[in-house]
């Protein structure tokens, strides 16, 4: 018997929870899962008739900063059943459905169920934890590849990590969360025909002996104490027709708590990333390249030459990681100095276990210097108290109008709504894996399926940009000089496909600087856009293919799998166009790319072969 139910206003999508609190979930009427929900806190249980409550809200916003579009617009129809202590809402929209809990008093959590049971005719795409410290599955750094398949070839001994997609003949789903404030993240096991939640426990003890981990030791029996009345994290269910409705949904960001105050010093853009290429400058005279000042004033330079908004100085300038302690081989002061007549910003590298408890005293330090932002990196852990530093530590930066980035961390969920100083998240399979990550692992298929899982949680810092590019066949690991898999085509795509408003451009200067026409074209990708839209035919493993406008830019990008692929751009009206797109002998010299510009003169449509792992990136401006 049903006793909640929430129907989007197009009548698509629909949640309902029955009476023993199983949510159902439809599209079309078809039935796609079914989800036990409960929660075991010390406030009173459901018990009797509810309250119920039903009511329309407008979740439309402006979002600045929000890299998908300028503004949602987004209608929910809501219902909410309301019982001493506790409530349950359901929200359904155009784009899915929500469920969350609330809380009428302080309460102790002891569990959440989330026993997820999707229909037996889904697919899934898939995501495992790397691994585990101390046999503990949730201290990891959720950074894998992306797998495709159905339920029955989930290792139920393994962690499965949010966003979970699952594809239908007709329809698509995505599972996520939002608004996880002083909460656990929501994770996945496998067991029998359904998955059930794994959540992070309260740590009780933690080892603070090294200044680049928090490792916890032992655990309480509870998953928080919440210290107010409070709301509980949003589960999201969207929903589309096919993946590409996926990749263009908004709920995670209509869903999260609205920005806390102004936020217009906030500037997003591009960082010139030091690590990746192991500060490999070539070429140059009067200096050693590596960590100094030298090689960072070079990399200042550049920036300013080709209008790139950050330096950062990674790990290596704080002596044994110890924030507090400079190097004497870098002058902080004189590379703000140097940045600031540039117009170029400087950003800091620290590790999260450096800042616990230390936020103010550090953040000051370096605000007061003129340091612009902290890369915050080996979180490794998604309990409540890594979730309450999250945010608290986005407040301090805001308030000192400093910049984050979060490495090393699970998926976002909304934060960079609240706070918009935090610019991207990682979280991510990204590029820095070409460093120690052998041709086994298929990069190629894995950059398109990111699309359709972990980018749909929010910004994700997967770095591209890399100018050594190969086959697979030929593509090797290396630490020093690394390389991607593909060609470069699909480099130059990837600094449009993927949402984040710090971009970071992962190779060296002086490689850029040796194909000045083309660096020229890919830093001049926006970060963030008045419009998005994903291709429908787009598939988690043939291409991806999406279209974005800035003003009266439109740019459109594309990356396609192990096989070559032509695909159509359409032009409505004359245009100017720029477009570097793979070359003829791309997919065996993966560096070979044809950058062009030239007139289209009517409406119509324009054919571009992509080489296997390929892509392109094209620039339409209208003409009169």
Known sequence: MTMLEAISPDGRNEIRVETDFTAVILRDGLELARVGIGLDATCRPPAGAPQITVAAQDLSADTPFYTKRAHISLTANTAKAAWAERSLILLATDQGVAYRWELARPAQIDAETFDFKPASFAELLFAYNNGAYEGDLLQNSWETIHNRGPLDAVDPARLVYLPLTLLFPHAAMAVTEAELRAYPGLNLQREGDRFHSLMARWPTSQDGSSRRYSRVLTRADY???????????????????????????????????????????????????????????????????????????????????????????????????????????????????????????????????????????????????????????????????????????????????????????HKPTGLSHTWPNVVSYEGVFGLENCKWTSNRVDFIT??????????????????????????????????????????????AALAMLYDTNLRMLCDSPTAYEREPAYTRFVTAVPVDWDETRCEPSSDPDTHLQVMRRRGSEVWHAAIVGTQPRTLKVTFDAPARVTLVRDAPSSDVVGTDYILEAFDVEKPGELEIPCASGGGFLLRAVARA
């Open 446 to 491: 894995n950059d398109i399926r990111l699309a359709f899982g972990r980018l749909l949680a929010g910004p994700m810092d997967y770095t591209p940009g890399a100018m050594r590019n190969a086959p697979r066949a030929v593509y090797r690991a290396d630490g020093h000089r690394p390389m991607s898999m593909g060609t470069r085509c699909r480099q």
């Open 223 to 409: 998953l928080v104490q919440t210290i107010e009345p409070r709301a509980l994290p949003w589960r999201i269910f969207m929903l589309g027709n096919c993946a590409a409705d996926l990749f263009d949904n908004d709920l995670v960001e209509a869903l999260s708590e609205p920005p806390k105050g102004d936020f217009s010093w906030v500037k997003t853009g591009q960082v010139a990333w030091d690590w990746w290429n192991d500060w490999g400058l070539d070429g140059v005279e009067g200096f050693k390249p590596g960590v100094n000042t030298a090689t960072y004033k070079y990399y200042i330079d550049f920036a300013a030459a080709y209008n790139i908004e950050y330096v950062i100085l990674d790990e290596g300038w704080a002596q044994e990681l110890d924030v507090t302690k400079v190097i004497p081989e870098v002058d902080i002061p004189a590379l703000v100095a140097h940045g600031r007549a540039k117009g170029v910003g400087i950003i800091l590298w620290s590790t999260w276990q450096q800042l616990i408890d230390r936020q103010e005293e550090i953040f000051s330090r370096y605000a007061a210097m003129g340091v612009k932002g902290f890369k915050i990196d080996f979180h490794d852990r998604d309990d409540a108290q890594v979730a309450d530093f999250l945010y608290k530590t986005a407040e301090v930066a805001a308030g000192l109008h400093l910049l984050v980035d979060y490495h090393g961390i």
